[in-house]
């Protein structure tokens, strides 16, 4: 029998409805001048790369959009809170990352991919300094899971990562102006700040809502990954590791919870879509109108605690 769940699962239309809803959530942000369009831009082109992230690495056994529509209504939840563009930029440049790092699995020759993969990474530090603590996860993710790690493929991924900060420390020279640079130079795994004084109510909800449906899709992924073909395996248990790694450095780091948000909610997108499309019992129909109807009541919680920001993208004033 077909439970509600199961029909938005399974229909063509889940991701253009999901995809209006999305439009209008953003316009009426914009109207309100919570967020500018740059913003709405950048969050389409994460949410493409994210359906072919979807399509190129068959993340779901049968038909299903629902890692897109997931992304869409995780994203557009935390626009308010977590939408801001260096924030998006930096999701943007991950969900890249881990699309061409997919790609290459069990290729040791695939220097090019590596490169990119990298690069992107690098990008994203360039915005979010602490970027560079993902780097030695992905190489060890690349050995274990993608079977892809080789002397080439490093070295290739080495000048990948620093090759943003050529063209950072060629600025910096020609203006005289190492600021960009220090809070490179400066970076702690551990940031003990007070938690009260860099999380916000609407923050808090967002994080502990993602962090929620990224542990519901995790134990539902490891509950029945046998069903899956060992490549998919490989890839959703590199997304849990990340998944991991990232909610560890937030709690590490509350500080930089927003740019975490982002990221937790690329992997977070993957593992609930996976649960939304496979599984039909009662129970999880439940969950299903559970997690939709707070995920609404989220999303207009913070909408109505928005306030209106300016667009940063420069990483010394984060």
Same mark, same amino acid.
């Given at each position: 029998m077909k439970r509600l769940q199961n029909k938005i699962a399974e229909s063509r239309l889940a991701l253009p409805v999901t995809a209006v809803y999305t439009l209008a959530v953003w316009l009426v942000?914009?109207?309100? +001048?919570?967020?500018?369009?740059?913003?709405?831009?950048?969050?389409?082109?994460?949410?493409?790369?994210?359906?072919?992230l979807n399509n190129r690495n068959a993340l779901i056994r049968t038909y299903s959009r629902m890692v897109s529509c997931s992304f869409l209504v995780l994203g557009t939840m935390a626009a308010p809170v977590a939408g801001r563009l260096d924030v998006l930029a930096v999701q943007l440049?991950?969900?890249?990352?881990?699309?061409?790092?997919?790609?290459?699995?069990?290729?040791?020759?695939?220097?090019?991919?590596?490169?990119?993969?990298?690069?992107f990474i690098g990008c994203a530090s360039v915005i979010y300094p602490q970027a560079l603590f993902f780097a030695p996860i992905f190489w060890v993710l690349a050995g274990?899971?993608?079977?892809?790690?080789?002397?080439? +493929?490093?070295w290739a991924s080495l000048i990948g990562l620093t090759l943003p900060y050529w063209f950072v420390c060629g600025y910096c020279v020609?203006?005289?102006?190492?600021?960009?640079?220090?809070?490179?130079? /400066?970076?702690?795994?551990?940031e003990p700040y007070p938690y009260e004084n860099v999380a916000t109510t609407g923050m808090a909800v967002t994080f502990g809502f993602t962090l929620i449906v990224t542990v519901i899709g995790t134990i539902h992924f490891l509950r029945n990954s046998y069903k899956d073909k060992i490549r998919t395996r490989m890839i959703y248990e590199m997304l849990i590791?990340?998944?991991?790694?990232?909610?560890?450095?937030?709690?590490?780091?509350?500080a930089n919870g927003t740019q975490l948000t982002g990221i937790l909610i690329v992997n977070a997108s993957i593992l609930l879509g996976h649960f939304l499309a496979l599984t039909r019992t009662r129970l999880t129909n439940i969950a299903f109108i559970v997690l939709l109807t707070l995920a609404l009541?989220?999303?207009?919680?913070?909408?109505? /605690?928005?306030?209106?920001?300016? +667009?940063?993208l420069s990483p010394w004033s984060l």
């Open positions: 942000m914009c109207a309100i +001048n919570c967020r500018m369009h740059a913003e709405l831009a950048v969050f389409a082109v994460s949410a493409y790369l994210m359906a072919e440049c991950f969900i890249a990352s881990y699309l061409l790092l997919c790609s290459s699995y069990q290729d040791k020759r695939a220097q090019g991919k590596m490169f990119y993969a990298f690069m274990t899971n993608l079977m892809a790690f080789s002397g080439r +493929n490093f020609m203006t005289g102006d190492f600021d960009i640079i220090a809070p490179h130079l /400066n970076l702690r795994f551990w590791t990340l998944a991991l790694f990232t909610t560890v450095l937030a709690i590490l780091q509350p009541a989220a999303t207009a919680f913070n909408i109505l /605690n928005c306030t209106p920001q300016t +667009n940063n």
